[in-house]
């Protein structure tokens, strides 16, 4: 039996990383991208050499490794150089999601999802059967970024910005959830759209 590939994206902040909680109930598993690429960003030398290439060796600690929040500074202060973070990271990250769905799959669950902030920027949406997007109003957003992240408002802010637009994961997603309410009504959503592609078999 094919195992059903979940693309599961939006934007920072929209509370995609509570949503493995519903997953298990049906036996579907969770591939965190952004666990994958800190991995890659720490450990894969040819990745590290590309971001240093890209952003100047000040991203860079003394021992030669990734400073994240120098990093984050600059990739995250505006949408071209959030691009530019997106294109010397994506294909490393991609060859990982490869191999840990070949990995997962083995353990026969009735569904992968893959939680990846930039599905679509990595192209790695073409390898989903289907696509889910969190979404959330701006300042709900902002709130739970601050509080996850333990930064600035300001920093909050030049985060969203630099992200894309709600229309963006709306013309190329199969599925909208809006996050917006209580956790319970949150997970009711969930609920019925993964009975849905379960059902249909993610077409």
């Known amino acids: 039996m094919k195992t059903i590939i979940i693309g599961l994206t939006g934007p920072s902040g ?5 949503v493995s909680q519903v997953a298990d109930e049906f036996n579907i598993s969770v591939i965190d991208a952004d666990k994958l690429s800190h991995n890659v960003t720490k450990n894969n030398l040819q990745c590290i050499a590309k971001l240093s290439e890209t952003f100047g060796p000040q991203i860079l600690n003394p021992d030669g490794s990734i400073n994240r929040k120098a990093l984050a500074d600059i990739a995250f202060s505006s949408q071209k ?3 530019l973070l997106n294109n010397a990271t994506h294909p490393f990250i991609k060859v990982e999601l490869l191999r840990h769905i070949e990995e997962v799959r083995k353990q026969k669950p009735t569904a992968i999802i ?3 902030p930039t599905l679509f920027e990595s192209g790695c949406d073409n390898i989903c059967d289907t696509v889910i ?3 959330a109003p701006t ?3 902002l709130k739970r970024i601050i509080a996850r992240d333990k930064i600035s408002k300001t920093d909050a802010l030049a985060r969203i910005n630099a992200g894309k637009s709600d229309n963006y994961y709306i013309e190329r997603s199969n599925y909208i959830i809006m996050n ?6 949150y997970f009711e959503k969930l609920t019925e759209v993964f009975k849905q592609i379960i059902k249909t078999g993610g077409c």
């Open 14 to 18: 929209a509370g995609k990383s509570i």
């Open 81 to 83: 150089n959030t691009n």
């Open 114 to 116: 893959l939680d990846a």
């Open 133 to 135: 997007s969190i979404l």
């Open 139 to 141: 300042e709900i957003r």
């Open 180 to 185: 917006d309410t209580t956790k319970e009504q």
